[in-house]
């Protein structure tokens, strides 16, 4: 039987190695390691060839029926506009649904939006929403701890605004069961926590959604998982876009992107945020939190130095920026140049971590700066659970743009 090597399998589909390597790890095609090389026969390669160029068709079908997305300039509201630290609102309301610490309701309140409800099923998250929004609504009753699968969580959002226009439900659902290979890939359950938002959207009919989630997701099962979401908002009614933005574009010291979908179902544009910044007028690390270089330690506002030993201080100042203090780290425990966007903040220290210009790591307050959460916004639980936190939400200043895109929507009444 013949074999071919990695490298020949690449030329043949005119794709990287890497690519290859990918599938092999992920077994969708099968290999076999003869003297430290993968090895592919030929009846595994042409069975994951046959997968492999229906998938592309797909993924390139879907790529033609794609609508155009619109853009629009917020660049002065971003500016002018701030109903974190005023009392701004601009006369839409909003539901957040997997909230987590707040993140995207941040945003969402600093554009004007008043937040009526949120669920969460993290304990620390939740305590952390309650105590930032429990002034900002009158319904603090409805900030919910529990499971958005938990039917009396769901009858009482239903009973309580049954007769109430809604304007926005938002919410960055859970995507681990995405990753799934194969054809039923939405009967993982994990996957019922988006079916269930989907369920909560078609009984409250808010004019518009906003969804969010990992930049991964668009390519997951070759665009399948895209193409799903949308046809089941088209299914309830919801005319729906998709676009990827970069936390960085919009005032964020960081280079996050996230996928974002927004759907309206009363025939309205769904407007996405245009850029705000340039990649050369990025936000710094270094200008972000700068500030904090001089302040004491405070737990109360979440800036917690870690004690470190004399040997890990000297390891961490003669880290070079760029490069992590454990050479089998490539993306932990790393140090991002001071002069540039940092990394993407991810939970418990994991990406940035390392101050610098100091001998210890960057402080939960550091790091959610880094996320540009205003200095008061306070996170409960313990450090380990508020780096969770912090590394988990969505930036709120990408929030903000969202939030005045759709405003603007709303404001316009007409479609383009």
Request: aromatic share 12%; net charge positive.
């Given at each position: 039987?013949?074999?071919?090597?990695?490298?020949?399998?690449?030329?043949?589909?005119?794709?990287?190695?890497?690519?290859?390597?990918?599938?092999?790890?992920?077994?969708?095609?099968i290999?076999?390691?003869?003297?430290?090389?993968?090895?592919?026969?030929?009846?595994?390669?042409?069975?994951?060839?046959?997968?492999?160029?229906?998938?592309?068709?797909?993924?390139?079908?879907?790529?033609?029926?794609?609508?155009k997305?619109?853009f629009?300039?917020i660049?002065?509201?971003?500016?002018?506009?701030?109903?974190?630290?005023?009392?701004?609102?601009?006369?839409y309301?909003?539901?957040?649904?997997?909230?987590?610490?707040?993140?995207?309701?941040?945003?969402?309140v600093?554009?004007?939006?008043?937040p009526?409800?949120?669920l969460?099923?993290?304990?620390?998250?939740?305590?952390?929403?309650?105590?930032?929004?429990?002034?900002?609504?009158?319904?603090?009753?409805?900030?919910?701890l529990?499971?958005?699968?938990?039917?009396?969580?769901?009858?009482?959002?239903?009973?309580?605004?049954?007769?109430?226009?809604?304007?926005?439900?938002?919410?960055?659902?859970?995507?681990?069961?995405?990753?799934?290979?194969?054809?039923?890939?939405?009967?993982?359950?994990?996957?019922?926590?988006?079916?269930?938002?989907?369920?909560?959207?078609?009984?409250?009919?808010?004019?518009?959604?906003?969804?969010?989630?990992?930049?991964?997701?668009?390519?997951?099962?070759?665009?399948?998982?895209?193409?799903?979401?949308?046809?089941?908002?088209?299914?309830?009614?919801?005319?729906?876009?998709?676009?990827?933005?970069?936390?960085?574009?919009?005032?964020?010291?960081?280079?996050?992107?996230?996928?974002?979908?927004?759907?309206?179902?009363?025939?309205?544009?769904?407007?996405?945020?245009?850029?705000?910044?340039?990649?050369?007028?990025?936000?710094?690390?270094?200008?972000?939190?700068?500030?904090?270089?001089?302040w004491?330690?405070?737990?109360?506002?979440?800036?917690?130095?870690t004690?470190?030993?004399?040997?890990?201080?000297?390891?961490?100042?003669?880290?070079?920026?760029?490069?992590?203090?454990?050479?089998?780290?490539s993306?932990g425990?790393?140090?991002?140049?001071?002069?540039?966007?940092?990394?993407?903040?991810?939970?418990?220290?994991?990406?940035?971590?390392?101050?610098?210009?100091?001998?210890?790591?960057?402080?939960?307050?550091?790091?959610?700066?880094?996320?540009?959460?205003?200095?008061?916004?306070?996170?409960?639980?313990?450090?380990?659970?508020?780096?969770?936190?912090?590394?988990?939400?969505v930036?709120?200043?990408?929030?903000?743009?969202?939030?005045?895109?759709?405003?603007?929507?709303?404001?316009?009444?007409?479609?383009?």
């Amino acid at each position: 039987m013949k074999y071919y090597k990695i490298s020949e399998i690449a030329n043949l589909e005119a794709v990287s190695q890497k690519f290859i390597r990918r599938e092999i790890a992920r077994k969708t095609l099968i290999s076999i390691k003869k003297n430290n090389k993968y090895l592919i026969s030929e009846f595994d390669y042409q069975k994951w060839k046959s997968s492999y160029r229906k998938q592309e068709k797909l993924r390139k079908n879907l790529g033609k029926t794609k609508e155009k997305v619109h853009f629009i300039e917020i660049s002065e509201e971003m500016k002018k506009l701030d109903g974190w630290s005023s009392s701004y609102h601009n006369g839409y309301n909003f539901i957040d649904l997997f909230s987590g610490a707040g993140g995207l309701s941040c945003g969402l309140v600093m554009a004007g939006f008043l937040p009526l409800a949120s669920l969460e099923i993290m304990k620390q998250a939740f305590e952390t929403y309650a105590y930032n929004f429990k002034k900002r609504s009158k319904n603090k009753e409805l900030f919910k701890l529990g499971d958005i699968r938990d039917s009396k969580i769901k009858s009482e959002f239903y009973d309580h605004f049954k007769d109430q226009e809604l304007d926005l439900i938002a919410g960055g659902f859970p995507c681990q069961g995405f990753s799934m290979a194969g054809n039923r890939v939405f009967d993982d359950p994990r996957n019922n926590l988006y079916l269930e938002m989907l369920d909560i959207v078609a009984n409250l009919k808010p004019k518009f959604v906003l969804m969010e989630n990992v930049q991964g997701l668009r390519t997951m099962l070759s665009g399948q998982i895209e193409a799903k979401i949308i046809k089941d908002f088209e299914k309830i009614g919801y005319k729906i876009n998709v676009a990827t933005l970069n936390s960085a574009d919009f005032g964020v010291a960081q280079i996050r992107k996230r996928v974002i979908f927004i759907a309206n179902r009363i025939g309205l544009t769904n407007f996405f945020p245009a850029a705000i910044l340039s990649p050369e007028n990025y936000k710094t690390l270094g200008q972000c939190i700068e500030k904090y270089m001089n302040w004491e330690e405070n737990i109360e506002i979440n800036h917690i130095f870690t004690k470190h030993s004399a040997k890990m201080r000297e390891k961490i100042l003669k880290t070079s920026e760029g490069q992590s203090v454990y050479k089998n780290y490539s993306d932990g425990w790393k140090k991002s140049p001071w002069n540039q966007p940092s990394c993407t903040v991810k939970e418990n220290h994991g990406g940035v971590n390392l101050h610098p210009k100091l001998p210890r790591v960057l402080t939960p307050r550091e790091l959610a700066a880094l996320q540009s959460f205003p200095d008061s916004f306070i996170f409960k639980g313990s450090k380990k659970w508020q780096l969770v936190q912090i590394g988990n939400a969505v930036p709120p200043l990408l929030a903000k743009a969202i939030g005045l895109a759709i405003k603007k929507s709303l404001d316009k009444k007409d479609v383009l």
